[in-house]
C-alpha cells in the first residue's frame, strides 16, 4: 500500500512467484482419447499399442510423443511437487516407485497420471488467486536501508541519553582543594524525587536594557570549572560557563534546606532539642558543625543562621525532624520545591549536600534558587549577614557567636565598593565537587547573583579561597564592561 502511494511499482522491489501453469494441466484432447482407448481395451493396451491406436485417430508421432515426455516428467515435476504432501503427490510417488521409474509405459500409471492431472489442476485452480512475492536484489537494499537507518536512530537516541545522564563522580574532577573550607558539607539519607510540578516565572523585575548589548568575557581567567552570571529578579542569564552542565553543588545545597524550613515553621522563635540522634548520625561523617550539642534547646531562627552562616550539619538535620518528621519527606520537600521555581536539571539526595552520585544541580539551577529565596526577607536576612550571636543555651551560657564562612573566605572587601558591593551568599565544599560559591552583589543598584561550581587547588595558587577570588574577579569585571555600556 505505500508503495502505491508512492506511487512506485511493486516490480521494482519483489518478483512473483507464480504458480503451476494453468494451461499446462488443462485435459488435452489427446488425454481424452488415452483415457477412452483404455476403456475400450479393458486395460489390455501398453503403450506401443496406444500409440498406434492414436495414430489410426488422427494424431502424429509428434503429438504423441509430447504427452508421453509429459507423462515421463511428472515424475520429478516441481509443479506436482508444489502442493507438498498432497494426495496426488503420494499417488504419483507409488505409481513410479511400483514401476521402477518407468511409468510412462504402464496403463495403470497412465491411468492414475490421468486421475492426478485432475487433482493437481483442481488443487491449484482452488489457489489460482493467490499470490506470492519473492524480494528480489532492490528489495534486498532496500530493506538493509531500512534497518540501518533504524539503527542509526538508536544510536544517536543513546547518545543523546548518555549526553543527559545525571553525573556520577567520574564525571568531576576529583583533585582536592588546597586547603579545606569549614564548609564540609554534610550528610543526611536519600530520598525519591517527588513528582514534577509546574513552575510559573519567579522574575519580578525586568533587567536593564544596556544588558542586552553587553559582550564582556568575564570568565576568561577563573579556576572555577563552571559558573553563571543573572540579573536578580528578571532572571536573565548575563554569562554562562557550562552553567547548565550538571554538578555537584555540595553545601550550598543549604540554601534549598533554609527556605524550605523558612516556608513551613510559622514561628522562627520556637525551640527545639537537640536529639542525641542528630550526633550519633553524625559521628562518623567528616562534616562541619554550627557548634550546638546534644541537648542544647535552640530556637528555630538560632539554627537557622547556624545553617547558613556556618554550614552546619546539625542544623540541617533538626530542620528535617521539625519540618517533615525525618530525612526522606524533607527531600521530597526540596525536589517539589526545585520543581516548583524551574530547577529542570536538579535533584537532591539529602538537606545539607553530601556527595551522593545522585546529589546533582547545575550554577543556573543554583542561581534561580537564590533569587527565589532572596524575595524571602529572613532567608535575604540571613544570608546577608557576616557575624551573628545566638541566645544563651546549655552547652555555651554567652550563645555561641558565628562569622559566616563568606566573610572568612573573603579579603576587606571595601577596597572593591567603588566596583560593586558584596551582600552576601553560601560557600560549599566536597573534595568531588571542588570550592563552590552563591553570591549576590549590587552593581549600579542593580542586584546580580553569581554561582560557581568545581574550583580546585593548584600549585602557586595565591589563595586557598579559589571560589571567593573567582567571585570577586568576575565581579569587578563585569563591573568595568558596564562601566563602558
Not at 18 to 23: A, C, E, P, S
Not at 135 to 156: C, K, S, T
Not at 265 to 281: A, F, G, H, Q, W
Not at 341 to 352: E, V
Request: charged share 20%; proline share 2%; glycine share 6%.
Amino acid at each position: 500500500m505505500l508503495l502505491q502511494i508512492a506511487g512506485i511499482s511493486k516490480s521494482t522491489f519483489f518478483y512473483e512467484k507464480k504458480h503451476i501453469n494453468d494451461k499446462r494441466l488443462k485435459d488435452e484432447p489427446i488425454l481424452k482419447e488415452i483415457r477412452d482407448i483404455f476403456e475400450h481395451s479393458n486395460g489390455k493396451y501398453g503403450y506401443p499399442r496406444i500409440t498406434i491406436e492414436l495414430q489410426n485417430r488422427g494424431y502424429n508421432i509428434n503429438e504423441i510423443g509430447v504427452i508421453t515426455m509429459q507423462i515421463k516428467a511428472s515424475q520429478k515435476s516441481s509443479s506436482l511437487r508444489s502442493c507438498g504432501k498432497c494426495e496426488a503427490f503420494d499417488l504419483l510417488h507409488t505409481a513410479c516407485a511400483e514401476t521402477k521409474g518407468n511409468c510412462y509405459v504402464s496403463y495403470r500409471f497412465v491411468r492414475k497420471f490421468l486421475d492426478l492431472k485432475e487433482k493437481v489442476y483442481n488443487y491449484h485452480m482452488s489457489n489460482r488467486n493467490r499470490r506470492k512475492y519473492r524480494i528480489n536484489r532492490q528489495g534486498q537494499m532496500l530493506i538493509a536501508g531500512i534497518f540501518i537507518v533504524i539503527a542509526v536512530i538508536i544510536v544517536i537516541i543513546a547518545a543523546n541519553n548518555a549526553a543527559n545522564k545525571e553525573p556520577d563522580g567520574s564525571d568531576l574532577d576529583n583533585s582536592s582543594a588546597v586547603s579545606d573550607l569549614s564548609d564540609n558539607s554534610d550528610a543526611s539519607d536519600p530520598s525519591d524525587s517527588s513528582d514534577n510540578a509546574v513552575w510559573t516565572s519567579v522574575a519580578t523585575a525586568a533587567a536593564p536594557s544596556y544588558l542586552d548589548g553587553l559582550k564582556s568575557d568575564i570568565f576568561s581567567d577563573i579556576c572555577s570549572k563552571q559558573a553563571v552570571l543573572i540579573h536578580a529578579g528578571s532572571g536573565k542569564v548575563i554569562a554562562s560557563k557550562d552553567g547548565d552542565t550538571k554538578g555537584f553543588p555540595a553545601s550550598i545545597t543549604k540554601m534549598m534546606t533554609a527556605i524550605i524550613a523558612i516556608e513551613n515553621i510559622s514561628d522562627l522563635n520556637s525551640t527545639y532539642t537537640m536529639p542525641v540522634e542528630i550526633y550519633d548520625k553524625l559521628y562518623n561523617l567528616d562534616l562541619s558543625t554550627a557548634g550546638f550539642a546534644k541537648n542544647d534547646t535552640v530556637t528555630v531562627k538560632d539554627l537557622l543562621y547556624g545553617l547558613l552562616m556556618r554550614s552546619g550539619a546539625e542544623c540541617c538535620l533538626a530542620m528535617e525532624n521539625i519540618v517533615a518528621g525525618g530525612s526522606d519527606a524533607f527531600v521530597a520537600m526540596m525536589n517539589k520545591k526545585a520543581a516548583e521555581i524551574g530547577m529542570y536539571n536538579t535533584h537532591f539526595m539529602n538537606s545539607t549536600g553530601e556527595h551522593d552520585p545522585q546529589h546533582y544541580s547545575t550554577p543556573h539551577d543554583m542561581a534561580i534558587l537564590l533569587d527565589y529565596a532572596l524575595k524571602n526577607p529572613v532567608f535575604k536576612e540571613i544570608i546577608s549577614t557576616s557575624i551573628y550571636k545566638t541566645a544563651p543555651i546549655a552547652s555555651n551560657g554567652d550563645g555561641l557567636q558565628f562569622q559566616s564562612t563568606l566573610y572568612l573566605a573573603t579579603p576587606d572587601m571595601s577596597v572593591y565598593a567603588d566596583k560593586f558591593v558584596l551582600k552576601g551568599g553560601k560557600t560549599g565544599y566536597t573534595s568531588s565537587a571542588g570550592q563552590c560559591l552563591a553570591t549576590y552583589a549590587v552593581i549600579n543598584g542593580e542586584e546580580y547573583i553569581l554561582v560557581t561550581f568545581g574550583a580546585f587547588g593548584y600549585e602557586g595558587a595565591t589563595t586557598s579561597h579559589l571560589h571567593a577570588k573567582d567571585h570577586i574577579d568576575i565581579y569587578s569585571s563585569f563591573a568595568l564592561a558596564l562601566s563602558d555600556v
